[in-house]
């Protein structure tokens, strides 16, 4: 009879612990994988090199542009922000580390305490003829360990290492979005330079224009109405002039700005910018989208990382188990405090606990886990399908701007013929003065349009290099794979913090 008494209280044990490690099942079932199939090539084009391993400074092939894109590299306030993230990213993987290891606190301590008379410890010191105002003093080593039977800090701490890979991947991004700008903002200033000359070079022809008119009218051949009409139209192209200057201005802030300086002017060579061509960039295959996409990248870690929170969530039903310990010297007597052996004690305590009744809480954050989970699958998909998507507008929007140019160009041949005509039957008399400021506007904005279009395809083109994930990568600055193991995370996040 004995021995079953003592049998039981061991078995209610083992049944509660076994009923607080039962974990409820998620309201949608196990997470799916993320599908990665994409494409085979982008719309029948297979290279097997990408544009995207191309250094910017190869693709750009402008000094001037070069070193804006270094100054802005090293400048630029939101990188700058961006950097100390990565390091916020790294000081918790440290964090999240130390918690896996044994903790050892020193300890000194001082107090009075008295006890009531009434109790057994009270009568026991008025025995033993102690003070009733007893002080205490220890001095001595504790030490405290959650022993990681499930996996649960481990898992943390890798979740932390991954979430800190993907904020080096968001700053890579950060830095192919800067680069893009400031070389579409280059192109932009370039372009305007372009457009301000030809506007300022038709100023002038309008002049000649209204002095042509006011000799025809004195001469009787046209009304003083032609000469008003020359001459409003010169003021038409007058105030574009302005407006022209004034976005040089902003553009040129715009760039200041990107590379974190005040506004002063921004060296360029716009005098050969009608004679850039673009540069044919080769897409390389789909799959490649995986690695050299930065956005991508971040979007597999943070999935691998919400992976993880599940498994540390779910580790939450099961049994802790902690100890703890301590050693050193205790006594009423401070005098005596340093005592050995009898002011020395030493204690070592084993925990084992478990939650039983009330789990809501934990509940919901697995349940919250898992949802979190699914995002971060269905986030990578949508970020990988966003990516070919983009590559496939890219590609058809440099092909289609080549065919647009050439349309442009052929159509600013045609109206400057037809410039020299009208000019020439309306001091004939054979020609209205209408034909020939109708000849003289078009002939104005097709030139900017030319412009315009040469500027959009170079654009095209460094945003079809974006859009391939070029333009983050500086000689030896590429980081780990994105399946990199969490330790080699963690030392990164060591040498960033440095």
Known sequence: MFKRY???????????????GCVPALPQGAARHATTTMPASYQGQLDLESAALMDWRELF?????????ELALENNQELNIAVQENL????????RRGEIYPSLNAGLGGGVERVSSASSQGASD???????????YSLGLYASWEVDIWGRLRNQADAASYRYLASVQGRHFMITELVAEIARLYYELMALDQRLEVVSNTVQIQRSAVDA???????????????????????????REYELRQQIVETENRINFLVGRFPQHVDRASDHFMDMQPRTLVAGLPTQLLINRPDIRAAEL????????VSATRARYFPALSLEAGIGYSSFDILRLVETPGSLFFAVFGNLTAPLLNRTGITADYFSADARQ????INYERTILSAYIEVVNRLNLVENLAGSYAVRERRVARLSDSIDISTQLFQSARADYLEVLTARRESLDAQLELIETKQRQLS??????QALGGGWRRGDDDDSPADAPADDAEDDAGDEAQ
């Open 6 to 20: 003592v049998h039981r209280p061991p078995a209610a044990l083992l049944s509660l612990f076994l009923l607080a």
């Open 61 to 69: 092939g402008d000094e001037q542009l070069s070193a804006l894109v």
């Open 88 to 95: 916020i990213a790294s000081y918790e993987v440290m964090a």
């Open 126 to 136: 008025e025995q033993a003829g102690l003070d009733p105002n007893l002080q205490g």
């Open 213 to 239: 008119a006011r000799l025809q009218w004195q001469a009787a051949r046209t009304t003083s109405l032609a000469v008003t009409r020359f001459q409003a139209e010169l003021l038409q192209f007058q105030s």
């Open 302 to 309: 943070q999935l691998q990382a919400a992976d993880l929170d």
């Open 374 to 377: 699914r995002q971060a699958v």
């Open 460 to 465: 095209a083109v460094v945003s079809l290099y």
